[in-house]
RNA sequence: GCCGGGGUGGCGGAAUUGGCAGACGCGUCGGACUUAAAAUCCGAUGGCCUUUUGGCCGUGCGGGUUCGAGUCCCGCCCCCGGCACCA
């Protein structure tokens, strides 16, 4: 790129101004201020490399800009910032730099800041919040032990007046028969109820993190969304949190929020709620049920076979009675390697157990099969198989010859036998009490019947399962829980918090896959909170979610070491107004941080039941070729580099004025220049006026017309601003300098203009601000006032057409009415020329277009 | 397959929600300044026709509603993101 000496000295001009505004202090967020509070939150960064990319830049600037408008509004503004530093990403990039973990985000985290402040960002620093400070994660472990203290009522009365809390496990009612048996039975029957719980299950695992993974970090292909190898399936004693219990929560306080249609659809769809019925099967030759769960209990009399999951229950409950047991568990042992990984494989594979199933209703026997298409963890793991009326069924009857049972008919006329008929909107036939209904009252009926006679009852199934908190490596908050032979496990008490992650002079992972935390005998060792015996701790950390789910929280209350943060504190500040963050995080992190917000609700921890108000997705920045920018592709641009090459001025206002918010958009050095010539001319403009003194003689009539058009602009772009749309703002201010750079601005008209433009380029709006005499700075001057009444001096050009198409244009003062219009239309030549033979009809918009028809 | 979001100049993108399509920026072309170049400034820039005045065509494709459609309705095509054997 090409160079020349710089228009004005910006890096000495962003220098003195930033030491100004950190000495000062500018940008405080101050408690139970009078103004209205305004709470903008972008997502904090995540320091796993040495700095910042573009991406980062982008976001932080435009919010930075938002946070400066809001100021300047009146607001009293909560920008504040962090570090999310604990995890894998950053717990691998120790490892490849070979220094300790803690100090290597340290450095990363100290270069981020220096980055943050050099763009001007207009954080309240005295909030800044580490993930991996004691004092931080101390509550990260305190909400920890509150979700293992509790256990989730559905019934309970909230004080909003919904239904359903978590309360303390003290208050969880006791079966006599349980409290007959004594202290271990009432732990251990306490346990299946607590919020926080641990479960020996089957979980993911990748070999190549030699880590477990939660189900919704492996992809649909059955690798792992970090590294991309495949996952495996695992036994591991895992701690879960139960975030199933605040599912229906979840789904209805979605109506308190401005969350835009789709990112609502995206948590309603991950959280996945069907209604339907469980149905009971007797297995034939035993005393015991088969329970399935189906959407269309009105298709009972349609079930020629019933399906259990590779890894039900019944599976291995039942091998031995099996016909050809050994040919079962040889299909078993790859299926279940099947569904972990590839689940594309749609043939209908599947192998018969020998056994069959009673029908509830009419004792019919039918088969009961074991097949890789039902999964285990939803619904009961068990389906009832009516080929007729369902598609998948369908092709499962036609690979193992099982009889079809036509049921639910078109309303109007036949259907077609090739296929399952899967329409909702059929009459029901071939179902005894049934006969003549919809598909809609047929399941009311039947959910009556089934309850009636005892074999079934309405049921809710959910997509989304309870998440799995522990992670087998290093660098992570350590689970703040004990385990004592005798007292099995038990927190440690909150007193004691925080557990402090050890340093250790290999924090490495050990080549068999355990943790460094397993070796740390001194660490591990401990005495248990109950009986004062001898325990160990647990090793496995928490995982990078832990710290992330909360932060906003902290940034509010940052210093209090008595609370997580202080009750009113808290209740001036929530809930947070606007949250900017990656389309990733709209479904994981999004509906995981609002489920621990709502237990810590719940808790009486904060005041409101959702935490963001607002959610704004941001689009990310690709290399100049249109690709992600990455090392290996050579196509990074460092923002450092452009920032020392440009200016900070330059490079916000490029990367707010590229494209919307929320696109991906590509880099663009040349555009970015553009910018450049804007701004320089901004600065050649104001500091001639400035050296002139402001000499307007003989141009006091276009600094009317200017003043006017300012006061449009201010508005439009505060606006804009508001709307998060940061490109068309700077068009609009740039659209208005296009007009008016060639007249000299009285002192007035500059200061207004600067103050516009101070959000988005706030060093030269600053440093030309003091060049003008003024002693404060000018970002916390207030935000030009809109007056209505000089917007009315301005003509408007009302459009007229004839037939709909553009003949001319006629300029009249605002609120003219049609005859008016019409008059001065029709005095233009050109325009009465499309008339002559008369016209029949006239529409009008008023201020805008004048149509003619002929 | 399902859910969500889109398709507008050479490029990134604008269009008070039905009212001048292409704001703003880039690029390109022409000009000024310069020995020359860069930088800067001025002008032009959707396509086609026309000497000019001007005219016609244009927002993925095909229909429709309307005085008027990028915007609304019906039927297609394509692209991006998320989820997917969910019973």
């Not at 039947?446 to 908190?469: N, P, S």
């Not at 015996?533 to 209350?557: F, H, I, K």
């Amino acid at each position: 790129m090409a160079r020349s000496k710089p228009v004005y000295d910006f890096k000495t001009i962003e220098k003195k101004w930033n030491k100004y505004w950190l000495d000062n202090k500018l940008y405080k967020a101050i408690d139970f201020d009078k103004r209205p509070k305004y709470y903008v939150l972008v997502e904090f960064p995540y320091p796993s490399a040495a700095g910042l990319h573009m991406g980062h830049c982008r976001n932080y600037t435009a919010f930075d800009a938002y946070a400066r408008y809001f100021r300047m509004k009146g607001y009293n503004v909560l920008y504040p910032m962090g570090w999310d530093a604990f995890g894998l990403p950053l717990y691998n990039y120790a490892i490849k730099v070979g220094k300790d973990p803690h100090d290597a985000s340290e450095e990363n985290i100290r270069n981020f800041k220096k980055q943050l402040i050099k763009l001007g960002g207009s954080f309240d620093w005295d909030r800044e919040i580490n993930t991996t400070d004691p004092e931080y994660y101390k509550w990260t472990q305190w909400i920890f032990v509150q979700f293992y203290n509790h256990w989730y009522d559905p019934e309970y009365p909230r004080k909003d007046g919904g239904k359903g809390k978590a309360r303390h496990i003290d208050e969880l009612p006791i079966p006599e028969e349980v409290k007959k048996k004594g202290p271990k039975a009432i732990k251990d029957y306490q346990d299946k109820f607590r919020l926080a719980y641990k479960a020996k299950m089957p979980v993911f695992y990748c070999p190549s993190c030699k880590m477990g993974v939660a189900n919704e970090e492996v992809e649909a292909d059955g690798t792992h969304e970090r590294c991309h190898n495949p996952v495996e399936v695992r036994e591991l004693e895992q701690w879960m949190l139960r975030i199933t219990a605040y599912a229906d929560r979840l789904i209805e306080d979605l109506d308190l929020v401005d969350y835009s249609e789709s990112i609502k659809q995206a948590q309603i769809n991950w959280i996945g709620r069907k209604y339907g019925a469980l149905v009971n099967f007797k297995i034939d030759g035993t005393d015991d049920v088969l329970e399935v769960y189906t959407t269309r209990p009105d298709t009972i009399f349609g079930v020629t076979f019933v399906v259990v999951a590779p890894d039900s229950e019944f599976v291995s409950k039942y091998q031995d009675k099996f016909a050809e047991p050994e040919k079962v568990k040889a299909y078993v042992k790859e299926a279940l390697v099947k569904q972990a990984t590839e689940s594309m494989d749609r043939s209908k594979s599947g192998v018969f157990t020998g056994m069959y199933a009673i029908h509830p209703i009419t004792k019919e026997k039918v088969p009961i099969y074991i097949a890789d298409f039902v999964v285990s963890d939803y619904g009961t793991g068990a389906v009832m198989g009516v080929p007729a009326h369902d598609q998948r069924d369908y092709e499962f009857a036609k690979e193992h010859n099982l009889p079809i049972k036509w049921v639910v008919k078109p309303r109007d006329g036949e259907w077609n036998e090739d296929k399952a008929y899967e329409s909702r909107d059929g009459v029901v036939i071939n179902s005894d009490f049934l006969n003549g209904l919809g598909v809609k009252e047929a399941i009311q009926k039947a959910i009556e019947y089934f309850t009636e006679h005892k074999i079934g009852k309405m049921h809710k199934a959910y997509h989304l399962r309870d998440w799995v908190f522990s992670r087998q490596h290093y660098w992570g908050e350590p689970t703040p829980m004990v385990y004592c032979e005798k007292c099995g496990w038990n927190p440690v008490p909150v007193d004691e918090l925080p557990v402090k992650l050890p340093r250790l002079s290999d924090y490495r992972m050990a080549e068999d896959g355990t943790s460094p935390l397993q070796r740390a005998e001194e660490w591990k060792k401990t005495t248990c909170p109950v009986c004062g015996g001898p325990a160990e701790r647990e090793t496995d950390v928490m995982p990078n979610w832990a710290g992330s789910n909360w932060y906003y929280l902290r940034y509010l209350d940052p210093h209090n070491k008595e609370k997580l943060v202080d009750y009113n504190k808290a209740e001036y500040w929530m809930p947070v107004d606007l949250y900017d963050g990656g389309a990733e995080h709209n479904t994981m992190h999004l509906l995981y941080s609002r489920f621990v917000y709502k237990f810590l609700y719940d808790i009486g921890v904060v005041p409101v039941p959702e935490p963001y108000q607002r959610r704004i997705t941001h689009g990310l920045v690709l290399g100049p070729d249109g690709k992600k920018m990455s090392k290996s592709r050579g196509n990074v641009i460092n923002p450092d580099e452009v920032v020392d090459q440009f200016g900070a001025d330059v490079v916000r206002t490029y990367v707010m004025f590229m494209g919307p918010h929320d696109a991906t958009l590509p880099w663009s050095d040349e555009a970015m220049m553009g910018v450049k010539r804007f701004l320089d001319r901004i600065w050649v403009y104001a500091s001639s006026a400035i050296d002139s003194g402001f000499n307007i003689r003989g141009v006091e009539k276009e600094n009317q017309e200017l003043k006017i058009d300012l006061n449009e602009l201010a508005k439009k772009v505060g606006d804009d601003i508001s709307k998060v749309k940061f490109n068309t703002a700077i068009a609009k201010i740039m659209e208005f300098f296009n007009k008016y750079e060639k007249i000299p601005p009285s002192r007035e008209n500059l200061e207004i203009l600067l103050k516009i433009l101070a959000p988005f380029a706030p060093f030269i709006t600053e440093e030309l601000w003091h060049r003008i005499g003024n002693k404060e700075s000018i970002h916390i001057t207030r935000w030009p006032e809109y007056d209505p009444g000089l917007a009315k001096q301005k003509e408007v050009e009302v459009v007229v057409q004839v037939n709909g198409k553009v003949r001319g244009k006629v300029p009249v003062r605002p609120g003219a009415d049609q005859e008016e219009v019409l008059k001065k239309a029709l005095e233009d030549e050109k325009i009465r020329r499309y008339i002559e033979d008369g016209y029949r009809k006239v529409v009008y918009v008023q201020d805008k277009v004048l149509n003619i028809v002929t």
